[in-house]
């Protein structure tokens, strides 16, 4: 796509975006500046990104005001804002639209941005932005240098974003507002699919058939890549099976791919398998390693694939962006090396120190199915070296997510030894009279404390530990700043 709403990426001389400091945005940011684009923005409050990006030649205000705008000399060609996160009558939106200013969602600016390269994105409930920082590692490997924007910072590049000297672009497909529709893929990936953003969708069926609609974008020659595991109803595997068997309305030439176990595939067998994982074993550092043969390309070479983040899904999330990276013309063994070499994402199952016999890990987890993940890693970790407890400070996100899986946050909850659950983030959400955290607690087995005073979480989990335990943080919000207020206190 060339062109949205009157503007094009190569007629950009200057880019104006609210909420610069958010995670999709910001690396949008740094694309913008590196195409020498004059970037310039507003956040409601300093951070370690706005200081970064004012670093890069961004100029940044902070709070919204309609002269905000003229901040890069001039009036901008393009207002960009994150719709879900940004209220429509933020000043700087009201002024752009009285001036005449075409204002984008996040996801029409990259569309653009991905115009002239070949897409691989990786969409789904799940995984996401593990999945698309293992391509961009593997592909970095093979010498491809693609352009990224992931909604993570990788620990070693130490960024979100990058503007690359290759044809490839690399980036999350995200589906909580539908807008990942304005996407053409070359590569689609498609991790998982369970009902999730039902304040959106308002029903799972609808949720579940954006997926069909996005598979619907890839263009014609492309490839939809799908996990065979998730056998769900309306899962990954039933939507391969759909495009496999024509029923979905795909581009011509379109090849599709399934990846997971043999016995996985072999449940779908009208999908043809991509990548086959043969065999998995547990490394010391709670990794694996496995073997996987890609069936999806010729010769359907053999290579081994070391994962150093715990869990299965790890693995699942490998060998899916293996087989992305070579399905765009890397070499199979150098992404495979690339991905041996991946140490993680920030807060995707992040070490951030060990007291006393005790470690602290912070995952960004924020659906029953990816605390449940997260969870049975953390389990296997401790397993692995002999003993240890799962302490678990969970924070709800969203008053709609909370009450749509109350029951399924407490059941995965309760596979921890001891959990403190803070009240709900409400993020964009106004709160709900009656609703807090108690409707999940109250139907949990396993110990529990509620504790809805944010700065005493660490006094709780101080309370609980003792050495050789793993303690986790996990939430989309806020949760993320305890992690070392709970190491700190732990030193005390």
Not at 188 to 216: K, P, Q, R, S
């Amino acid at each position: 796509m060339n062109e949205i709403n009157g503007v094009s990426a190569d007629r950009l001389q200057r880019v104006h975006m609210v909420g610069i400091g958010g995670a999709g945005m910001s690396g949008i940011a740094r694309i913008l500046l590196d195409r020498g684009v004059a970037v310039s923005g507003s956040d409601m409050k300093e951070s370690r990104v706005v200081l970064a990006l004012r670093a890069a030649g961004a100029v940044i205000g902070v709070g919204h005001r309609a002269e905000n705008l003229d901040l890069a000399g001039g009036a901008p060609d393009a207002v960009v804002t994150s719709f879900a996160a940004i209220p429509k009558d933020n000043p700087e939106l009201v002024a752009a639209r009285d001036r005449g200013i075409p204002v984008l969602r996040r996801s029409d600016m990259l569309a653009l941005l991905m115009a002239d390269s070949r897409a691989v994105l990786f969409a789904g409930t799940h995984g996401k932005t593990s999945t698309t920082s293992m391509a961009v590692v593997g592909l970095q490997a093979a010498g491809l240098d693609p352009s990224f924007a992931i909604g993570g910072q990788l620990n070693r590049a130490g960024t979100n974003a990058h503007n690359g000297t290759g044809d490839v672009f690399v980036a999350e497909a995200d589906e909580s507002d539908g807008s990942f529709l304005t996407y053409s893929p070359t590569v689609a990936v498609v991790t998982n699919i369970e009902a999730d953003h039902l304040d959106y969708y308002g029903t799972e069926a609808a949720y579940h058939a954006v997926f069909g609609e996005f598979a619907g974008r890839i263009g014609e020659g492309g490839a939809l890549v799908a996990c065979a595991e998730d056998d769900g109803v309306g899962g990954a595997a039933e939507l391969a099976e759909r495009a496999a068997a024509g029923e979905l309305p795909l581009a011509d030439g379109v090849r599709v791919f399934g990846y997971g176990s043999e016995a996985a595939l072999a449940a779908h067998p009208s999908v043809p398998a991509g990548v086959v994982v043969l065999e998995s074993t547990a490394l010391p550092d709670g990794g694996s390693r496995a073997l996987v043969r890609l069936d999806g390309v010729p010769d359907a070479p053999v290579v081994e694939l070391t994962v150093h983040t715990p869990g299965h899904h790890m693995v699942l999330n490998a060998a899916a962006a293996l087989l992305a990276g070579v399905l765009v013309g890397a070499d199979p063994q150098s992404v495979a090396d690339g991905i041996g070499d991946f140490d993680g994402v920030r807060r995707r199952f992040e070490f951030h120190g060990e007291v006393g016999g005790v470690e602290v890990y912070d995952d960004y987890a924020h659906h029953p199915t990816e605390v449940r993940a997260v969870l049975t890693a953390a389990r296997a970790k401790v397993d692995a070296r002999g003993g240890g407890r799962v302490i678990v400070v969970f924070q709800p996100h969203l008053y709609s997510r909370t009450v749509n899986f109350a029951t399924e946050f407490a059941a995965a909850l309760d596979l921890a030894d001891s959990v403190v659950v803070l009240d709900i983030f409400g993020a964009r959400e106004d709160p709900v009279e009656g609703v807090d955290s108690r409707i999940i607690t109250s139907k949990m087995t396993t110990p529990v404390v509620f504790e809805p005073r944010f700065s005493d979480a660490p006094d709780r989990v101080a309370e609980i530990v003792r050495p050789g335990d793993v303690v986790l943080t996990v939430g989309a919000g806020t949760v993320t700043m305890l992690a070392d207020e709970i190491l700190h206190r732990l030193g005390e």
